[in-house]
């Protein structure tokens, strides 16, 4: 079965995407995704793509299915709802594990309404009760996170110096640690004037060039803080996004996105 793809990415974190609104494809298992993701032996990507229909009961006008370089399936990507709403062309609610997201193309990117942060210990989730602004834990440096869902799970660690922190190292650790059953996305983050630089490791991806939903959950708990005022940019090795939230309100994400190249594959060549 010959396969169409586009290779998309938002601020060099980038993306394989798989089309199946109008011709379904086989069952997309973890080998097959994360065959697809190699670098080396397949089309390479930090997250696999899968667009899906939905049932006319839905609210939503379509799926989008998230598989990291792993293999792994997660709930959310802000890059690549960005891509998708630039693939997608047009307004449209997207249904994602993590919930229900609005979006719409924008100079050259798209402009996207992640739904509204949580903050509970349980839908983090972490491993036991515990306030999750300034966690009483840490890793060396890095010390006393925010934790904060945003469709799924991050800590945020303020620093310093963000390019000075071993994320590389440190990172697998944080993501890893018994305290967060599901994993976590760990983000460190240096505040400056009404800006946030930001470097992320992400749950089965690794570091990478950007990250949407790191983004977001740094901008709320850097606005929690009281460190920013919204509307913030934050800066990420690929670029910038723009975050706007207000307490009780929901988080919009604002950034670019571009189409690389399509291809197309022999689905049974892979996994």
């Known amino acids: 079965m010959r396969v169409p793809f ?5 601020l060099g974190n980038d993306f394989v995407v798989l089309d199946a609104r109008e011709t379904a494809l086989p069952a997309m298992t973890a080998g097959k995704a994360k065959a697809l993701a190699d670098r080396h032996t397949g089309i390479g990507c930090d997250q696999l793509i899968l667009l899906e229909p939905v049932s006319d009961q839905s609210d939503a006008d379509f799926r989008m299915r998230i598989f ?20 997608h062309g047009k307004p449209a609610k997207l249904a994602t594990a993590g919930g229900i997201i609005a979006l719409s193309p924008a100079d050259g990117g798209a402009r996207v309404d992640m739904g509204q942060p949580r903050f509970e210990w349980d ?6 009760a515990m306030d999750t602004s ?3 834990v840490g890793w060396e440096q890095l010390q006393a996170p925010d934790a904060v869902n945003v469709g799924n799970p991050h800590v945020i660690f303020f620093v310093d110096d963000a390019g000075a922190v071993e994320l590389e190292r440190l990172g697998p650790l944080i993501e890893l640690d018994p305290l967060f059953p599901e994993r976590v996305n760990v ?5 400056t004037d009404r800006a946030i630089d930001l470097r992320v490791w992400e749950r089965g991806a690794g570091l990478t060039q ?4 790191g983004a977001c959950a740094t901008a709320v708990a850097a606005i929690r803080r009281k460190l920013v005022a919204s509307p913030v940019e934050v800066r990420l090795p690929g670029g910038a996004l723009t975050i706007e939230w207000q307490p009780g309100g929901s988080i919009t994400m604002t950034g670019p996105a571009q189409e ?3 291809g197309s594959f022999e689905w049974d060549d892979f996994g």
């Open 134 to 136: 300034r966690i009483p």
């Open 68 to 87: 990291n370089h792993d293999g792994g399936e997660v709930e959310a990507c802000g890059n690549a709802a960005r891509a998708v709403a630039l693939y």
């Open 210 to 213: 950007a990250c949407g939903t």
């Open 260 to 262: 690389s190249f399509r």
């Open 187 to 191: 983000n460190v983050a240096k505040v």
């Open 123 to 128: 839908a983090i989730p972490l491993e036991y």
């Open 6 to 10: 586009i290779k998309m990415h938002g």
